[in-house]
């Protein structure tokens, strides 16, 4: 049975950084497409960041650029999403999704497991 779990979330200022960690068991993510994608209340969930089966990264949300960062530690089968830099605006449920292929999708239709989400909330 394939599990997903996200952790890391939590209560941050503007301006500050959070690591997020996604844990796999029963897949492989070292030859896996692995992202990360967020919801905010109210909104379609979007796609932030994925790193390829060949360790490709893909921003798709333009709004991260140059903040946020995607990284694996194929030992550990762990997938981390590092935030730095945030915004008000950057305060939503994130999850981590992976798929049976190497190479990255932007929609939320193209993963074949997902994890239950890790709150992010930036506030002063």
């Known amino acids: 049975q394939v599990h997903l779990v996200e952790s890391g979330g939590g209560l941050v200022q503007p301006g500050g950084s959070l690591r997020l960690s996604c844990a796999a068991s029963?897949?492989?993510?070292?030859?896996?497409?692995t992202a990360w994608f967020r919801q905010a209340p109210g909104k379609e969930r979007e796609g932030v960041l994925c790193?390829?089966?060949?360790?490709?990264?893909?921003t798709y949300a333009n709004s991260v650029k140059g903040r946020f960062s995607i990284s694996r530690d194929n030992g550990k089968n762990m997938v981390y999403l590092h935030l730095n830099s945030l915004k008000v605006e950057d305060t939503a449920v994130y999850y981590c999704a992976a798929r049976r292929y190497i190479t990255c999708h932007m929609l939320t239709g193209a993963y074949d497991y997902w994890g239950q989400g890790t709150q992010v909330t930036v506030s002063t």
């Open positions: 029963g897949f492989t993510l070292d030859k896996s497409a």
């Open positions: 790193i390829s089966g060949s360790g490709g990264t893909t």
